[in-house]
């Protein structure tokens, strides 16, 4: 059967950064984060006899031979739970560039769950397609969810899936991506993750986080945006300063990257209230609230030599479509 799937990829106001357990990708932290609507991966499968192996294309863009192991990898877990034995053609598209600067591996893992279960006619349940979403790629289960999503580490597989707070209607938020490099990342962040737990910051920032985790799940409570602001930038801060101790150290921030927080502490002094929080990469997403948009936009499209800039509104989280990649 062929089925296509829509999801969005999300940004982690409370990050992961760390595994307590590498094959089953379980977070060292709980985290939390918004669904985006301009970045979204559109994936068709179709299991058929026809296929003599399991073959995966993008729209737009080239695959490695490691790509489609990783996705070949995640079909044998779904066929092992619907006990088939046929192979598959993967056809994705996504809304924003391949390397261009926005990591597709959760709304593509999330896309592919969603799409590859239903094609072999598996009934799961959210939490379900969560989990399985999670063992392709760790963020990729804050995709299935709708809106505004928490993922709870958990000590156990069945333990660790995402589930939505709040409907993405509920605050209206806006991630402003500035794209400052469009260069792939030359470290995956599945071995990112490892090598982060050689820094002397690792366990520091894992307790705080558990704890700005619960403190951000009061914020969203309250919509008190400059307490979510402090605790993403909080976050974000003691993320990367574990990635640049870690062993060898992952710096992923530009120059730009730097003189775009700077911009970001001068526009707080006058009065503009966003916040920033940066992914595994040197692109820095600018989170305001939607009323504040237009006077902050005038400002952002002032800084030089950026590449481009997308503007995200809360997404839902993954679902079936009609229309077909082939
Ligand atoms: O799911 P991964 O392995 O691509 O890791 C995502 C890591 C960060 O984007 C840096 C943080 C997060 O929680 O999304």
């Known amino acids: 059967m062929k089925k296509t799937a829509k999801a969005y990829a999300n940004i982690a106001f409370i990050k992961y950064w760390g595994k307590t357990n590498e094959e089953l990708r379980l977070p060292s932290t709980s985290s939390v984060s918004m669904n985006l609507d301009k970045c979204f991966t559109l994936t068709t499968v179709e299991f058929a006899q ?40 993967v056809v994705s598209q996504n809304s924003f560039p391949k390397d261009g600067g926005v990591a597709s591996s959760a709304s593509g893992f999330a896309a592919l769950t969603v799409a590859a279960a239903n094609a072999l006619d598996l009934d799961l349940s959210e939490k379900e ?17 709708d809106g ?39 470290i995956a962040s599945t071995l990112g993750h490892h090598l982060g737990k050689q820094s002397i910051f690792y366990e ?20 008190d945006f400059p307490l979510l602001g402090e605790i ?14 870690g062993s060898p150290p992952l710096f992923y921030w530009l120059p730009k990257t730097v003189e775009i927080i700077q911009k970001i502490y001068q526009w707080r002094e006058e009065g503009i209230p966003v916040y920033f929080t940066i992914d595994a990469g040197p ?44």
């Open 129 to 145: 397609l969560s989990i399985l979403a999670r063992l392709g790629s760790g963020s990729a289960c804050r995709s299935i969810p």
């Open 148 to 186: 505004f999503v928490e993922w709870c580490e958990g000590k156990t597989s069945e333990e660790s899936f995402a589930r939505s707070l709040y409907s993405p209607s509920y605050w209206d938020l806006r991630d402003i991506l500035v794209i400052v490099s469009t260069q792939a990342k030359k």
């Open 204 to 223: 520091k920032r894992v307790s705080q986080a558990k704890k700005l985790f619960l403190e951000a799940k009061k914020a969203f409570l309250k919509k």
């Open 50 to 89: 026809k296929y003599y192996k399991d073959s995966f294309e993008l729209i737009g863009g080239k695959v490695t031979e490691k790509e489609i192991e990783k996705v070949s990898g995640h079909l044998s877990r779904i066929r092992k739970i619907a006990k088939s034995t046929q192979f598959a053609k």
């Open 283 to 326: 692109n820095v997403h600018l989170i305001c609230e939607g009323k504040d948009e237009k006077r902050f936009l005038e400002k952002v499209n002032k800084i030089k030599e950026i590449k481009n800039i997308i503007i995200n509104k809360p997404a839902r989280g993954a679902y079936l479509i009609n229309e077909h990649l082939f």
């Open 232 to 245: 993403m930038e909080k976050d974000c801060l003691a993320m990367h300063s574990v990635m640049m101790t």
